[in-house]
């Protein structure tokens, strides 16, 4: 998922900035990006689905995870996510090509998804597809999340772990819900260009951040912070700059693991 985001904000980064300052882009290249952009933005909630699945069966069925998650299942999963994702949406480019000339692909053209797949019936379809992905993660993310819950509840010694787990799903939920923002946000620049009429760069740039950089940066929270060795680090590195040029041991040494004479 982290290369997946990394793909995706470089991709939108680039045509955002692109769009600045060219304002329109040839329609392959625009194509090229576009195609990039949703590939890896659709990617997202489906890792996330998967990731809450294993969640759940390294709780709910710890004898069997060893056996279920190996790596080269876990291989086979993200090939599944990228054909999944990468299917539906590689059929407008198949369809633009059939229906449009050679020469539209040479025209440059403000670089939106619906400027260059223009047919009206690969509207419909995307809805559709919307419709079915957002709802299987959601109700897959929904199951994981109680099955777990009620795991936590009832046991006792592994309780920590089973709890870490729901908060982990519960995190992965609200990351969800913050995508699924992707696919209401046309009609919402829509609306708010009718209100705010000549401000809709404006717009367009506070909907990139809310739609497309938020819910990436929930994964250094959720798989960053929340990590305790990781989060030992941290705290060192703040220390160490607060001593401002002192002696950083101090800090090293209050922070490193304690061994067998230290007990």
Same mark, same amino acid.
């Given at each position: 998922?982290?290369?997946?985001?990394?793909?995706?904000?470089?991709?939108?980064?680039?045509?955002?900035?692109?769009?600045? #300052?060219?304002?329109?882009?040839?329609?392959?290249?625009?194509?090229?990006? #576009?195609?990039?952009?949703?590939?890896?933005?659709?990617?997202?909630?489906?890792?996330?689905?998967?990731?809450?699945?294993?969640?759940?069966?390294?709780?709910?069925?710890?004898?069997?995870?060893?056996?279920?998650?190996?790596?080269?299942?876990?291989?086979?999963?993200?090939?599944?996510?990228?054909?999944?994702?990468?299917?539906? !949406?590689?059929?407008?480019?198949?369809?633009?090509?059939?229906?449009?000339?050679?020469?539209?692909?040479?025209?440059?053209?403000?670089?939106?998804?619906?400027?260059?797949?223009? !047919?009206?019936?690969?509207?419909?379809?995307?809805?559709?597809?919307?419709? &079915?992905?957002?709802?299987?993660?959601?109700?897959?993310?929904?199951?994981?999340?109680?099955?777990?819950?009620?795991?936590?509840?009832?046991?006792?010694?592994?309780?920590?772990?089973?709890?870490?787990?729901?908060?982990?799903?519960?995190?992965?939920?609200?990351?969800?819900?913050?995508?699924?923002?992707?696919? &209401?946000?046309?009609?919402?620049?829509?609306?708010?260009?009718? &209100?705010?009429?000549?401000?809709?760069?404006?717009?367009?740039?506070?909907?990139?951040?809310?739609?497309?950089?938020?819910?990436?940066?929930?994964?250094?929270?959720?798989?960053?912070?929340? !990590?305790?060795?990781?989060?030992?680090?941290?705290?060192?590195?703040?220390?160490?700059?607060?001593?401002?040029?002192?002696?950083?041991?101090?800090?090293?040494?209050?922070?490193?693991?304690?061994?067998?004479?230290?007990?």
């Amino acid at each position: 998922m982290v290369i997946n985001d990394g793909i995706q904000l470089t991709v939108t980064i680039t045509l955002f900035v692109l769009s600045y #300052i060219f304002y329109k882009i040839n329609v392959s290249f625009c194509c090229f990006f #576009i195609l990039v952009a949703v590939f890896t933005t659709r990617n997202t909630p489906v890792n996330l689905a998967s990731m809450a699945i294993e969640r759940y069966i390294a709780i709910c069925e710890p004898l069997r995870h060893s056996h279920i998650c190996t790596v080269r299942r876990t291989y086979v999963v993200i090939g599944l996510i990228w054909f999944i994702c990468v299917a539906p !949406d590689i059929t407008d480019l198949f369809v633009t090509l059939a229906t449009e000339s050679l020469s539209f692909f040479h025209q440059s053209v403000f670089c939106l998804r619906q400027n260059v797949f223009k !047919d009206p019936a690969l509207a419909y379809k995307r809805q559709a597809f919307d419709i &079915i992905y957002f709802s299987c993660v959601f109700l897959t993310l929904v199951f994981t999340y109680l099955r777990i819950l009620f795991a936590a509840r009832a046991l006792s010694t592994e309780k920590a772990s089973a709890q870490k787990a729901r908060n982990t799903i519960l995190l992965h939920g609200a990351q969800l819900a913050m995508c699924m923002l992707s696919y &209401i946000s046309p009609s919402v620049e829509i609306v708010l260009h009718l &209100i705010f009429p000549g401000r809709i760069l404006e717009i367009r740039y506070a909907n990139y951040l809310i739609v497309y950089i938020l819910p990436r940066f929930l994964s250094p929270v959720i798989y960053g912070v929340r !990590d305790k060795k990781f989060r030992k680090y941290l705290k060192m590195y703040f220390l160490s700059s607060r001593l401002c040029g002192g002696d950083v041991s101090d800090a090293q040494l209050l922070l490193r693991p304690s061994g067998p004479a230290d007990e």
